[in-house]
């Protein structure tokens, strides 16, 4: 039976993983994580239809159904706005039906992917090619192990990639994100203006600087969250983020700065935002990456958790097609290269007209 090695249990390589293990491969993943719950990772991810489709064609009915209950109330709205909240752009998504599942908390979303085929506290430190062309890996605590095919699902400093295609890695493109969280309760639902309340709003400041406002409100569980990302220059963020977005927007509309203020201090954190540059294809093999660990995108657009749910889809696709190996990696490279840098391409462009002073 075909052994297939997955570094990384974030979200492209566990969808790959239930994939795979439903269509009787033989999957390990290993994860750099001690468990599945040891730190943040972010928190509201937007899927878009084809994150919808990728997930329905990965996942089991059980998981699918886990992850659906577990997800946010759809919401139906994309705007931009001033930061006196006057209106410059909306489109709306009016009756996105039940079945699909437009927003996700990250964490409670890769919960609801796991599978018993990931062990944790294992970090993928590098690999050789057997001379009967199997994958050996090994981790940095120690041990190995071999397969048929490794596949790089370990983000955005893929020690897989380091090692396929040296000197590849993602560029830093001189903005960070400021992540955070204002917890929705009886208390803060009313102060909660109507447009931010329904969906991805970015608030666009004078400066250049800009918040994106999107709320994950829980389908089976009270409360929720809105969640808060500013996007500015890594020099603008002191050592208190928190501190940053309340000064950054205090001359802003009043009702952001309430917003602001109930703001859960502790969960702002800093991210570096980057971008892979378009690479390949390289000659097929039995190594291949997914997900961030190849096409590294900034957030803007939410399509990065997208586009690593479409490449599980299509590898998963392509494995379990009857194909000899290498030609599946091969077919599957094909199409995941060219996708992947489209889309970097234009969450590039989105980001620069989002920070355009
Ligand atoms: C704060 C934040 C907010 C975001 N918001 C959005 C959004 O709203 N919408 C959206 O579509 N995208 C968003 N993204 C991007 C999205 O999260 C990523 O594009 C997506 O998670 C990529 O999935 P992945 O499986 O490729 O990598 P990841 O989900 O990053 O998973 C990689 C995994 O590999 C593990 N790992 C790393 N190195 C090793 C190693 N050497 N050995 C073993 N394991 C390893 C990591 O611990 C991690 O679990 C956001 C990203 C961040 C950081």
């Not at 930061?83 to 709306?92: N, S």
């Amino acid at each position: 039976m075909t052994r297939v090695l997955i570094s990384g249990a974030g979200i492209g390589g566990l969808a790959l993983a239930q994939a795979l293990h439903r269509g009787g491969l033989d999957v390990a993943v290993f994860e750099r994580d001690p468990a599945p719950h040891s730190r943040d990772q972010g928190y509201r991810l937007h899927l878009d239809a084809d994150g919808n489709e990728a997930l329905r064609a990965c996942l089991p009915p059980e998981v699918l159904d886990r992850v659906r209950d577990t997800s946010g109330l759809n919401g139906d709205l994309v705007a931009t706005l001033t930061q006196r909240l006057e209106q410059v752009f909306a489109q709306e998504f009016p009756g996105i039906p039940d079945a699909e599942i437009s927003n996700v908390d990250r964490d409670t979303f890769r919960r609801g992917l796991l599978t018993d085929r990931v062990v944790f506290g294992r970090t993928v430190a590098g690999y050789t090619i057997t001379g009967t062309g199997r994958v050996r890996v090994r981790f940095a605590e120690g041990g190995a192990d071999e397969g048929d095919l490794l596949v790089g699902a370990d983000g955005v400093g893929s020690a897989v990639r380091e090692q396929l295609i040296p000197g590849h890695g993602p560029r830093d493109l001189g903005l960070t994100c400021v992540y955070g969280r204002m917890p929705i309760n009886a208390e803060t639902e009313p102060l909660i203006p109507a447009p931010l309340g329904r969906g991805f709003c970015w608030v666009a400041g004078d400066d250049g600087t800009g918040v994106g406002f999107a709320p994950v409100r829980f389908r089976h569980r009270p409360g929720g969250y809105l969640m808060i990302a500013m996007v500015t220059t890594p020099g603008a963020v002191g050592p208190d983020p928190y501190r940053t977005v309340v000064e950054t927007t205090a001359s802003w509309d009043p009702r952001i700065k309430t917003l602001i203020g109930y703001g859960d201090s502790t969960s702002f954190f800093p991210i570096t935002i980057r971008a892979g540059d378009r690479v390949g294809p390289w000659r097929p093999g039995p190594v291949t990456l997914l997900g961030d660990a190849i096409h590294t995108m900034p957030p803007a657009g939410g399509v990065g958790a997208n586009a690593a749910l479409r490449d599980a889809a299509t590898l998963a696709a392509e494995l379990l097609s009857g194909k000899d190996l290498i030609d599946a990696v091969a077919a599957y490279e094909r199409v995941m290269l060219p996708r992947g840098f489209d889309t970097v391409e234009s969450s590039l462009r989105m980001i620069g007209r989002m920070t355009a002073r």
